[in-house]
């Protein structure tokens, strides 16, 4: 097989780059030890759009920032909040603001989430908002329509919507209650029509979607027959989601541990009788109180907390970095992952897979209904890098069991469920955004490879059920063969928790070096090099998930310059011209000062929720990946070794 790599750059002098990026990584660690919360872990904000918080200052029609296009849902709602709170309708903001929407179309234009919020303040009629009624709680499970068959934050979602759509409240804004409010007036092309449609003409899906047309038919009936308001069934219906919601709410008040659920939780609550100072809501309440950022720059909502995320990713970097394994930062900041293994008789998952046993961590601080596979395999790396001889443990056999148990059927994983792959749900009226199921993903089966062949590395020293080995190894030899299926644009992979082929192919490349598989992996870290910009680094826009076309293209930053770096260097060594190239703009990058640290400035958001509609800027992102990254450069600088890829594939894949 030809060589993957090219010579170093003749332009970059080797010794001295590997002593800026020992300067950089040290710097960086004591940014990341200067930071840790008191307990030791981690947690920084993760920013959303502004819809979250009405009191971030408005860039009109952004879902991200940077150069990504306006978005007419986001600016409605923004807008709306801030006129509420008494932002002039003259200000020069909602003026930007006001012509945008009308630009694209006005109000009329909205999704229907946004639809929804606005039909409960009486600016929109109900009846131009999908039919969902409550009876949709007592499906059964193995009906392909039943709420778990729809994506944990969906499902966690539509639950109190189904509520709050059969009261079909309408609250009070300034100017007064009613249903036909004015207040928005000024972002209506044509004021005087409201009733706008959602669903296409019946007769042209006829021919076009017959799966959109029955469920587009479905809804026309139900709104005729008012919902099922009156159906003897209702009363029962009401109650079973109330008891679903209440079951489901975490003790410290938290629901999936995400705002939607959580907001549309309490509404729930309350439209059903319940008060403000009723335990249930008043826990709702202090939850979403605990979701606020606040800062020199004011306060803010964000859309979910990343705690354990932040910390087990944290915890990697600094092993990466070679800060003593046995460091109390690091043995602090493990033991308070640890000890957020979900082992109770909590979980959703548990409906199509009871016979599996619980050892999954969540994302957040209080989760313990959606602990994710992504989250877990992260924490499993954790472990296992600050301690190898953790490879037998309880704690690490039990997070690879649930793991295991819940690989889908095409070899995958996604990141909540298992085989939450029924996409024909994505053409009910209620889903806009594409995005009501979890199938698997590429950017969490590379993870889920990276922890178990790291595990079965470990294996060689440490004593492993062998029943759990040949687990693992049957697991992996599937995964591969779906990454093997689901190569797009030149052999990269589709990022779906990150922008976006850089950090999908990152995660696989990661995954698949410790099991070879060089004619897999060949293709993708040539497409690397090959989207490399001229300072050195990576980016990619947002716009990719729209547009494959632009793969790859964007400028430059911190956390896509780590994940093409350690895409390269899982096959690559560190004197490859590229991997020196991508340091070095690392190394240059490192700006912002704070204390006896240093980290990386990144206003562009990253991170992703929904492709094209809802981005995500983690604060850390732009810290722990760089650190990473330099720590593995760094590390190859050291050994001078390259990575002995023909003996791992015959190590992991043996029968």
């Not at 332009?11 to 040290?26: F, P, S």
């Not at 969490?444 to 590395?457: Q, S, Y």
């Amino acid at each position: 097989m030809e060589k993957m790599y090219s010579t170093s750059d003749p332009h970059i002098d080797a010794e001295a780059l590997a002593q800026n990026a020992r300067r950089a990584v040290k710097l960086a660690v004591n940014y990341s030890l200067e930071n840790a919360e008191p307990d030791g872990h981690w947690y920084g904000e993760l920013r959303s759009n502004a819809t979250i918080t009405a009191q971030r200052r408005m860039d009109p029609g952004k879902i991200a920032p940077g150069n990504y296009p306006g978005d007419v849902s986001v600016t409605v709602e923004a807008y709306l909040a801030l006129k509420i709170l008494g932002v002039p309708a003259s200000s020069q903001a909602m003026h930007k603001a006001r012509r945008f929407v009308h630009a694209v179309g006005g109000v009329e234009k909205v999704r229907i989430f946004t639809r929804i919020y606005l039909a409960t303040f009486g600016l929109l009629p109900w009846t131009a908002v999908p039919a969902l009624p409550a009876e949709l709680i007592l499906i059964p499970s193995f009906v392909p329509v039943s709420i778990y068959n729809f994506a944990s934050w969906a499902r966690s979602t539509i639950v109190p919507l189904l509520v709050l759509r059969h009261h079909q409240p309408i609250y009070p804004l300034p100017n007064g209650m009613t249903a036909n409010n004015t207040f928005l007036n000024e972002l209506w092309c044509d004021p005087g029509q409201k009733h706008i449609p959602y669903l296409h003409p019946l007769r042209d899906l006829r021919n076009l979607d017959g799966i959109a047309f029955t469920f587009s038919a479905i809804d026309t009936l139900l709104h005729l027959f008012g919902g099922l308001r009156s159906l003897f069934t209702r009363g029962y219906a009401r109650a079973q989601c109330i008891k679903w919601i209440l079951d489901h709410q975490e003790a410290a008040g938290d629901w999936a541990g995400i705002f939607p659920p959580m907001y549309f939780g309490i509404l729930a609550l309350v439209l059903e009788g319940y008060s403000l100072k009723d335990s249930p809501v008043k826990r709702g309440l202090e939850a979403i109180e605990r979701f606020a950022w606040q800062d020199e720059q004011g306060k803010r909502i964000q859309s979910c907390v990343s705690p354990v995320w932040d910390t087990v990713l944290t915890t990697i970097s600094l092993c990466d970095a070679e800060l003593p394994l046995d460091h109390h930062s690091l043995v602090q900041a493990v033991s308070w992952v640890k000890a957020r293994q979900l082992l109770g008789a909590e979980g959703d998952w548990r409906v199509y897979r009871p016979h599996i046993q619980p050892g999954g961590f969540s994302f957040e601080y209080f989760n313990s209904w959606y602990p994710d596979v992504d989250d877990t395999a992260a924490a499993l790396l954790a472990f296992l890098n600050q301690d190898p001889t953790s490879a037998g443990s309880l704690h690490v056999c039990q997070a690879t069991s649930w793991i295991l148990g819940m690989q889908n059927k095409d070899g995958g994983w996604a990141a909540f469920d298992v085989n939450n792959d029924k996409m024909f749900l994505n053409r009910i009226p209620f889903s806009d955004m594409d995005s009501v199921c979890d199938p698997s993903s590429a950017d969490v089966t590379g993870r889920i490879l990276e922890a178990f062949g790291l595990l079965m590395r470990c294996a060689r020293e440490v004593a492993v059920d062998q029943h759990l080995s040949y687990q693992i190894k049957s697991a992996c030899k599937r995964a591969i063969g779906y990454l093997g299926r689901t190569r797009e644009i030149k052999g990269a992979w589709y990022g779906r928790w990150g922008s976006n082929y850089i950090y999908g192919t990152s995660n696989v490349l990661c995954g698949l070096r410790y099991f070879g598989m060089q004619d897999l992996a060949y293709p993708a870290i040539e497409w690397l090099k090959s989207v490399q910009n001229a300072d050195g680094g990576w980016g990619e826009k947002l716009q990719t998930y729209r547009d494959p076309g632009l793969a790859g293209w964007g400028l430059s930053t911190a956390s896509q310059t780590a994940w093409g770096l350690m895409g390269l260097l899982a096959y690559l060594p560190h004197t490859d011209a590229a991997v020196q190239r991508g340091v070095a703009y690392l190394v240059e990058s490192q700006t912002l000062s704070k204390g006896e640290g240093r980290t990386w400035a990144e206003k562009e958001y990253t991170g992703t929720g929904f492709p094209n509609f809802f981005y995500i800027g983690y604060s850390l992102y732009p810290h722990y990946f760089p650190v990473m990254a330099l720590g593995r450069y760094l590390r190859g600088h050291k050994s001078d070794k390259e990575f002995d890829l023909t003996a791992e594939k015959e190590l992991l894949l043996e029968n």
